[in-house]
């Protein structure tokens, strides 16, 4: 079994900048891809970020210019990098990690969420 935290939402004003961090912990022998998502009421979750273990990385073109994800594999924590953040950014947040508990058993687990609101 793998837990995530996830932390570094908050309230900020429009242009200012957050950082979340998701970190994992449990049975842990590697992990794949690693993301970033996000969701408002009312509308699906969607894709923000990605990062593989090669480090390639996919971002959403709402945020790209304005976002990084990075990620530290000694701590098996992904992070989110939010600057010049806008009112549309506001939503909760989740992270994706796909966990190998072994090196045939790979899992996709999810993070609690984290409120992100821009005021304007």
């Known amino acids: 079994q793998v837990q995530l935290v996830e932390s570094g939402g908050g309230l900020v004003q429009a242009g200012g900048s957050l950082r979340l961090s998701c970190a994992a912990s449990g049975t842990i022998f590697s992990i794949n891809t690693m993301g970033w998502y996000r969701q408002t009421p009312g509308k699906q979750r969607e894709l923000v970020a990605t990062i593989t273990s090669g480090g390639y990385i996919n971002l959403s073109d709402s945020v790209k210019g304005r976002f990084t994800i990075s990620r530290d594999n000694a701590k098996n924590t992904v992070y989110l990098q939010m600057n010049s953040l806008k009112p549309e950014d506001t939503a909760v947040y989740y992270c994706?990690?796909?966990?190998?508990?072994?090196?045939?058993?790979?899992?996709?687990?999810w993070g609690q969420g984290t409120q992100v609101t821009v005021s304007s």
């Open positions: 994706n990690l796909e966990v190998m508990e072994t090196s045939y058993k790979r899992l996709p687990y």
